[in-house]
């Protein structure tokens, strides 16, 4: 545990200096005997033949984007085309080590790496394995356009022929691509072949591949996995927190050693020493070499280096040398691979930015044209056999263009079929075989035992409420479903800052550090973007993650992750990969503008998450069963106000045994006739209290209910309370001006519109900042603010004094003045 490594002052207080290891810059010298007795003739040909792949590939997009034609064959591609002419040494060198087991992934300038990693896992795979492959990826749509085409030749060739048609079908958007066209160029993958996804973000790769590291290192996984991020990238602060949380010392420390040590991750920045024009090297870094970012991270370095990239056998020798202290547990490994993109940044981008001398010297470097002459001066090939290897790749390449650009062949995806692929709704009680890792067998554990002496409903027989020592919480909800799905699941993990033996943020998590040995449950960085990001890749690897943003207010700090990454992969993958990933989010009072904000509404504008926001104990242990039972991502909002609160509607109390809240089903919590209360949060005990007021001082009936879910959403049982009340009022603590309440008002008012008496009215938080503790009042919504709205846009209420300001004119001024 922490509190067992001592932090003296007389050791961090002593004078001393620090002196850091040399980093090796180019150190790899050819030795051509050496590499023949090393590789064999056939493997280093292959090599060439990959590159010239690549480079033909490349050379073929870039002709069609620039001039709608290549060898006769016509073809508008509307899409982007980022190429990696001149690259290819890179991505090929660095393949040649690694089998289907290992994973790459990569930026929005991969096809180079997708065609290299795919075509090392084929030549390292038998027939069986990969007629196996292409017949069951997307139902063999894929093998059957190429079956009938007529196929001669091995299995390998065909699967060469796979991954050529199936990358570019992907990249004209055909259904026959390797995600359906759902990836397009920047995020085409082939996860079979351990292509992993390819990331449009700039460094959006970095803390996913963590993630990816992890499972592996958890689970027990074969193979390393690597981050291709460009050297632009350096200064992402995802890319950063990513490296710090791949370097912290707990691994060796703390985590059991039968687990192997650091997750096996190499950031590989492909340095080609441009963003898109910005040039790193004298411009917008100040690094000069980008290696010695290892420097700063941990005693190792990382074991950086930088590596002619221009050189395959020399990135090959260089990986081959990392996997080996990977497999130690010594990881993180950070690669600075210099290469060079002779073609722009994509086909639109006239190089206005470099010399035309600077792109020639490196066209002298060619590095096809320099791994060519090597393999002739040193016998190795000659020149019928390497013209041999450059017509056999046009050839392939003509058939796979006119195949992929033909639309009775290749057609494209039904638009409406994108919405299957948004959402797996599928369920798994464990993501894989094997029992559970845990400390204690469940029933010994002591917050179990604790909790069988709460009541589990919060009310006493003569009405009052039980204190709250005694009372069974919200928290205690959230516990117990944590801890049946650890002792189901054995690839499930919880992290986030403070989750271990401080018990989570409020508590959650107290009676999870005696359960769980340190790799199931354990403190990250601060490091919000990577706290997700790696989530996402744990998850889309195979195992399952809850990760935890203390505050709500710190999802802006892992926006993209949330946003782009964690929502997008299902969908972008074709249904391919699953993303079994809980963000538990706390929504907070009491803490000011930076710590009290719900930004539940941000959420729903998203699509591609599930968003979950229980107020009760019953439907936070249902509702968090339910999410840790499927293997969607889902934005799980609970509020801080909500924690110590006992259950108050089912009488029975919440049940000790397991059971789950239907996904997206709202709740009826108070039975009403005349006016429907619809809440999301916390704002559903004020909404009790106004419906209280409305009942004893003017005869009001009001339904309440609780959305508890913001997406999915069941409206039917709220258009129904609708129809029967003819009046709706909607309240949360989300701030009013974007509320996602007006889209659900808006849309009950469509369907419901002939049963009417008033519009939809909204209340929600003022558009402020959140004020201290003493004036949150004034900000969130009171019974006051509902009933007064009612009072004065919906129902006149007999007699009623109004005393806070909702009216039409206030509204208006608002919006006028901004707040």
């Known amino acids: 545990m922490p509190k067992e490594q001592l932090v003296h002052p007389r050791d961090v207080r002593k004078k001393d200096t620090l002196t850091i290891a040399p980093i090796a810059v180019n150190h790899y010298r050819s030795d051509p005997g050496a590499e023949k007795k090393r590789y064999g003739v056939q493997r280093l040909q292959r090599v060439y033949h990959d590159m010239v792949v690549i480079r033909e590939f490349e050379t073929m997009l870039n002709t069609i984007k620039m001039t709608g034609e290549w060898e006769g064959i016509s073809y508008n591609h509307a899409g982007p085309a980022h190429l990696s002419i001149g690259q290819e040494s890179a991505a090929v060198g660095q393949a040649m080590h690694l089998d289907a ?64 048609y199936g990358t570019l079908a992907e990249i004209f958007a055909r259904n026959t691509g390797l995600n359906r066209g759902l990836g397009g160029s920047m995020h085409a993958f082939f996860a079979p072949f351990g292509s992993m996804p390819n990331n449009a973000i700039v460094g959006g790769s970095a803390d996913i591949a963590l993630g990816s590291a992890l499972y592996k290192r958890i689970n027990k996984k074969p193979g390393i996995v690597i981050a291709n991020i460009g050297d632009a990238s350096a200064a992402c602060g995802p890319v950063w927190e990513a490296i710090m949380i791949s370097a ?30 910005g040039q790193t090297v004298g411009e917008t870094m100040g690094f000069k070499v980008l290696a010695r970012l290892g420097a700063g991270v941990n005693e190792e370095n990382m074991h950086a280096e930088r590596v002619d990239g221009s050189n395959p056998l020399a ?68 020149e019928s056999s390497l013209q041999e290897i450059d017509l056999q790749v046009r050839e392939k390449l003509i058939k796979a263009t006119r195949l992929a650009t033909d639309l009775t062949e290749s057609p494209r ?126 998850a889309l690897s195979g195992g399952r993650a809850v990760v935890e943003l203390m505050y709500n207010d710190f999802m802006g700090r892992a926006g993209d992750e949330i946003f782009n990454q964690m929502a997008k992969w299902q969908a972008m993958s074709a249904g391919v990969l699953k993303m079994p990933l809980v963000v538990r989010v706390s929504v907070g009072s009491k803490y000011g503008a930076q710590h009290s904000q719900d930004w539940s509404s941000i959420t729903s504008h998203i699509p591609g998450l599930k968003v979950y926001f229980p ?32 259950e108050l509607f089912h009488t029975d109390g919440v049940p000790r045994e397991y059971y789950e809240i239907p996904p997206g089903e709202p709740d009826i919590k108070r039975a009403g006739t005349d006016l429907t209360i619809v809440t999301i949060g916390a704002t559903l005990y004020r909404a009790l209290d106004a419906a209280d007021d409305l009942q004893e001082r003017y005869g009001i009936s009001a339904e309440v209910i609780d959305a508890r879910f913001i997406n999915p959403l069941n409206l039917e049982p709220i258009v129904e309370s609708v129809r029967k009340t003819g009046r709706l009022v909607l309240a949360s603590d989300a701030v009013e001006r974007g509320s996602f309440l007006y889209s659900l008002g808006g849309t009950v008012a469509q369907l419901a519109f002939d049963h009417l008496d008033a519009p939809p009215v909204v209340v929600g938080s003022r558009n402020w900042i959140t004020p201290a503790s003493e004036l949150e009042d004034s900000f969130f919504p009171q019974k006051e603010w509902i009933i007064d709205s009612i009072h004065e846009k919906i129902l006149p209420l007999p007699g009623h004094q109004v005393s806070t300001v909702q009216t039409n004119g206030e509204l208006l001024r608002r919006y006028r003045e901004g707040v």
């Open 315 to 382: 990135v090959a020798d260089a990986i081959l040398r990392k996997k080996t202290i990977l497999a130690e547990g010594r990881g993180p490994v950070l690669l600075d691979t210099i290469t060079y993109r002779i073609s722009g940044h994509s086909p639109s981008d006239a190089s206005s930015y470099r010399s035309k001398e600077e792109v020639d010297l490196w066209k002298d470097h060619d590095p096809i044209q320099e791994f060519r002459s090597y393999l002739l001066k040193n016998g190795m090939a000659d």
């Open 615 to 646: 107020a009760t104990p019953y439907d936070a242990k249902g509702m968090l069963n339910e999410a840790l039972a499927g293997t969607d991502p889902v934005i799980f909002f609970e509020s801080q106000r909500l924690y110590d609160i006992g």
């Open 101 to 164: 087991q290992d994973f790459i992934f990569g930026s929005h300038r991969s096809h180079g790496e997708i065609l290299a990693k795919c075509f090392s896992a084929i030549a390292q795979s038998d027939e069986a394995t990969l007629q196996g492959v292409m017949e069951t990826y997307l139902e063999g749509d894929i093998l059957r356009v190429l079956e009938k085409q007529g196929t001669t030749g091995s299995v390998t060739d065909l699967a060469e022929d796979f991954i050529l």
């Open 413 to 538: 995806m039904n638009p409406e079929d994108i919405a299957r692929y948004m959402f797996s709704n599928s369920r798994a009680e464990a993501l894989d075989q094997g029992d559970p890792q845990v400390l204690l067998p469940l029933n010994e554990n002591p917050r179990l035992k604790q909790l069988e002496k709460k009541e589990r409903f919060g009310i006493g027989p003569d009405g009052t409420a039980f204190s709250r020592m005694k009372t069974y919480q919200l928290r205690d909800a959230l516990f117990e479903a944590m801890i049946h799905r650890f002792y189901k699941d054995p690839t499930m993990v919880a992290y986030g800052e403070e989750n271990r033996d401080w018990g989570g943020a409020f508590a959650v998590y107290r009676g999870l550090t005696e359960a769980l040995p340190y790799q199931r449950l354990f403190n990250s960085s601060i490091a919000e973007g990577a706290i997700v990001g790696s989530g996402v890749g744990y």
């Open 248 to 277: 912290m010392d707990q691994y060796r420390t703390l985590w059991p050693g039968e687990i192997g040590g650091a997750p096996p991750v190499i950031f590989n920045f492909f340095n080609n020493f441009y963003g898109m024009g």
